[in-house]
């Protein structure tokens, strides 16, 4: 494996998270769902890296510095998102009325502290 | 660095965008059963160079069917007012069997007692008593009549001041529309369209939208109450002799334009209904009178007199059921009642004529008085009842248009719950990958010594 490739494996990685970031954004739900193909793809690449060389060093290290802002960003409009929706629900007491399996499935509660925190 | 510092500016915009996405959803539950909330979408643009900006706050409005729904309230509210007055009416002229019609059988039956013994004090009394209740008996259902009509009155009235402050509320609403220099108007014209909705029960509108998203609306022919940030006042002007109000606007009465609406269903039942029941129960009174008088001038009482009235005298049909009393000298001395057409010991002629005006078919020439008065029971109720069937009907109209003005613009509860859990599930799909992928970009880091 050249440093192209891991270059090119984690410019798609963090490709995958900004697709990712920009369906939670949106709110798209198609291209949320969308988003995790393409998220497991790149990371099922970046995995079957096996030699990673110090040529276009400087350049792997900004993608990857950028891949991980993706993946924080990703993970506090997630955050964010999933933190509201409990919170809603429950204030309408309809969480945990359906679950994955169809049957009920209570929800986590809402990380009240972290969720102020982040907004 | 550069490229980072765009990545987070990115970030922070969108996550605005995000967030202002959630505080929309939120809005449309927390307002729920708010009157007149229009439920809200909200619009992305793609922002350059890159990410999402939000573009803008929709309110789900269809003036369509905003406007067909403001055209079947005044119809339901109509006739809504005229049910719910008449049932008021219909309940104060009592049961059948316990009201007037009890009074005229029991006025009818002393006279049979009477004419059984012509000169006993005791029948003579009971005259006197019987005819004073149906005397009574009239008087009350005429004031009852009254009541019902100055009731209609105040309703009327209190129509025009609640048209006037819904107005005033409008033309305010315009004012901030017009001041709100491209701000989000959203929950002004939510306001506006409460307002009117509330309009259009009490009277028919039309409303004409302004560019800047204000309204101007009218009434009657054509009678503007706003425009703009201007309101003009209908005001209720007393009517010489009646009393009752006139609905006037700058001097010209539009009482007879108001054609639906709840105002309209007040003024039908204040300047149709009510006073045609008065003119048949004056009708019923004026003929018990005359026909009483007129049997009972041919007598002669137990002193020799002739001539005398049982009733007192009622020149008019116009106001007879208030003004029906017993002639005063025949209270002073029931021996005035004439029983006999002589003066012959046990002649029981007149009372015997008397009560059978019980049958004789003498109001209008086609009914007798107990079938009078059925039939302006039977009229009440069937006035009653038809306005509580159209009332019923306008209604299903109005709330079939209504709900599917709702199903536009309503907020429904599934709908935005199911959302919240698709968007949960779906980013908990994704998230499951987040530790792998953040142990491998730590792994990467460290190989490459950025770490």
Known sequence: MTGHGVLDATGRLRGSLDALAEALLAPDLGRLIAAEVGLAEALNEVGRLRTVSGADRQSLISELIAARAALERCRVLGCAMSDSASAMLQAQSRAGEYGPTGTTAALSAPRGQDFTTRI | MSGLLTSLSMAARAMDAQRAGLAVTGDNIANLNTD??????????????????????????DSLLERRVRQEWPYEAREGAIADTLSVVEASLGDAGASLDAHLASFFDSCSALAQDPSS?????????QG???????????ARLADSRRGADAS?????????????????INQAINRANGADTNALKDQQGLALDELSKLVDITVLARADGGVDVALGNGRAIV???????LTAVSQPVTGLAAVTIG??????????GKLAGWIAVRDTNIPAYQQQLDTIAFTVAQQVNATHQGGRDLLGGTGNNFFAPIATATGAAAAMAVDAAIVADPQRIAAGGTIAPGDNTVARQLASLRDARVVGGTATFAES???????????????????????EVAEQVGRLRDQVEGVSLDEEAAKMLRFQRAYEANARYFTTVDNVLATLLHLVGGA
């Open chain 2, 251 to 260: 001097g010209a009465d539009i009482t007879s334009e108001i054609k639906n």
């Open chain 2, 227 to 233: 425009m703009g940030a201007n309101n003009y006042e």
């Open chain 2, 156 to 172: 009327v009235r209190s129509g025009i001041d609640q048209i006037n402050t819904l107005a005033a509320k409008v033309s305010s």
């Open chain 2, 121 to 129: 004090s005791v029948a003579r009394d009971s005259v006197v008593l």
């Open chain 2, 132 to 142: 004073r209740l149906l005397s009574n008996s009239f008087n009350d259902l005429s």
């Open chain 2, 36 to 61: 007149g909330y229009v439920r809200r979408t909200i619009q992305y643009e793609e922002a350059r160079p890159a990410g999402v900006d939000v573009a803008g706050i929709r309110a789900q409005r």
């Open chain 2, 373 to 395: 008065w059925g039939q302006l029971v039977y009229r009440v109720g069937s006035d009653s009842q038809t306005a509580i069937a159209q009332r019923d009907s306008r209604r």
